[in-house]
């Protein structure tokens, strides 16, 4: 194998793939990055077993060929070429190593077999749609924060994507943590009618979101029961899906919250950022104390004393006290895009609803907590 590919383009792509790689890996061939070459393209492909990116360049390649190599190493090399650099890759098979050649900079890699990279190919995809890069991002930026980080719920390391019924079918992508909810949904598109739900693992969320941030292509999605394939522009993402059932989220979506305050999204979070700088590092309580037309927000700290704000709002019903974690108030109130507010409660015990007031295709729960 032999090529040669300038060092920005060969940058954005080893960029793309390496993040996949782990950076402790028990089986050494995981660690490596597999390099094909082929008439006039590269491809790169990283996977940990989960989780396999593809990425396909145009180059100019005298000897067609394929290796692995070290993704992070190769990765780092590059990044510290410099700028306009016109790179050379030569595989030598009888020394199992790569030579990468950069103006006066010469690099010598040891390599891998091919035989022993793993693929995720196989297994026939059954649904298959097509989301714009804009609607697929909303749908991950809205609701990943909620993404359960313990590890004993597997179910709930994800995100979980399925086809809702209604007079306007949906579909719905919902990450919650028990603590909080996020369900965001969007009109469903054509070809996922039948779309088994599917929880999508948070390492694929954020690598994908990372990915489509900078295209602007649609997104041709695949599924079956066990695997998602992303596809769009030169890129290549195939993922396992969660082997779990997610909860019925239903369930505590409150129907009967009765009080309702709205008040302006960026006051409103610029004031519990403010509040909560006194509140407990463990707990971050922060309480609303609400009255017609009113809202104070009050945090205490045996350490750090005391701090009070007001704000004011809509809101009519019964004076209510209510505690939240300030920094689940916050998460949420930086997914609102719009400049109004809407928390729809009970009482101090019960889940709160927060949604956009002009944006009713996104919906939160927040649970309370004593203060």
Do not use: W
């Amino acid at each position: 194998m032999k090529l040669t590919i300038e060092r920005a383009a060969l940058l954005k792509s080893l960029g793309h793939v390496q993040s996949v790689v782990e950076r402790r890996n028990t089986i050494p061939i995981l660690a490596n990055v597999m390099i094909k070459a082929e008439t006039g393209r590269l491809s790169l492909t990283a996977t940990d077993m989960d989780l396999e990116v593809v990425e396909s360049v145009a180059v100019d390649v005298q000897t067609a060929g394929e290796t692995t190599a070290p993704a992070h190493t190769l990765y780092d090399i590059v990044r510290k070429l410099p700028e306009g650099s016109q790179v050379e890759l030569a595989f030598d098979s009888a020394a199992n190593a790569i030579a990468l050649r950069a103006g006066r900079s010469r690099f010598r890699l040891g390599c891998l077999p091919v035989a022993d990279f793993p693929t995720m190919a196989g297994g026939e995809m059954t649904h298959r749609f097509t989301l714009t890069g804009a609607d697929l991002s909303r749908l991950i930026e809205r609701t990943r924060f909620a993404i359960s980080l313990e590890e004993t719920r597997y179910y709930l390391n994800g995100i979980y994507f399925h086809a809702s019924d209604g007079e306007t079918p949906m579909l719905r992508a919902v990450a919650t943590d028990g603590h909080r909810l996020a369900r965001v949904e969007m009109v469903l598109p054509s070809g996922a009618e039948q779309m088994p739900g599917i929880i999508v693992p948070r390492k694929t969320v954020n690598e994908l979101y990372r990915l489509i941030e900078e295209t602007d292509s649609d997104i041709a999605i695949e599924l079956s029961d066990t695997k998602i394939r992303f596809q769009f522009g030169d890129i290549i993402l195939t993922s396992k899906l969660i082997d779990g059932t997610f909860p019925d989220y239903e369930r505590v979506i409150p129907a009967a919250n009765d009080k309702v305050m709205e008040v302006q999204a960026k006051e409103f979070a610029e004031a519990v950022d403010r509040v909560s700088t006194i509140a407990t590092e463990k707990s971050r309580a922060i309480k609303l104390n609400l009255n017609p037309s009113a809202l104070t927000l009050s945090a205490t700290s045996a350490e750090q004393g005391s701090a009070n704000e007001e704000l004011e709002v809509a809101y009519e019903a019964d004076p209510l006290e209510i505690g939240f974690n300030a920094r689940y108030l916050l998460d949420i109130t930086q997914q609102l895009d719009g400049d109004g507010a809407r928390f729809v409660m009970a009482d101090a015990a019960s889940p709160t609803i927060i949604q956009d007031v002009a944006d009713a295709s996104a919906l939160y729960v927040l649970m309370p907590m004593r203060v």
